[in-house]
């Protein structure tokens, strides 16, 4: 059974950084690609950011330059740290473990709250 524990949300203000963490439970993490998504109030889920078990990375446009995401394959975790944030960034933040296009497993989310 895989488990994922996201923490770090919070309040922070404009122009701060917060940086989130998942933890994942299982043996699969490091064959598994890690993602981060958000979902702001009456808003679809978006990616924000991937990571492979390459280390190669996505981000979505709005992100990019401020954020970053990275892994620690031993502690099984993920990681996305968030520079300079703006009020547009807030949303709940889920972790994502990506195993095949039919297989995958979120986390229950974390808050990230920015204010202007």
């Known amino acids: 059974q895989v488990q994922l524990v996201e923490s770090g949300g919070g309040l922070v203000q404009a122009g701060g950084s917060l940086r989130l963490s998942c933890a994942a439970s299982g043996s699969r993490a490091s064959v598994a690609t890690m993602a981060w998504y958000r979902q702001a109030p009456g808003k679809q889920r978006d990616l924000v950011a991937s990571?492979?078990?390459?280390?190669?990375?996505d981000y979505a446009d709005s992100v990019k330059g401020r954020f970053t995401i990275s892994r620690d394959y031993v502690k099984k975790q993920a990681y996305l740290q968030m520079n300079n944030l703006k009020p547009e960034d807030t949303a709940v933040y889920y972790c994502?473990?990506?195993?095949?296009?039919?297989?995958?497993?979120w986390g229950q989310g974390t808050q990230v709250t920015v204010s202007s």
């Open positions: 990571i492979r078990p390459s280390g190669s990375t």
């Open positions: 994502k473990m990506i195993l095949t296009s039919s297989v995958y497993y």
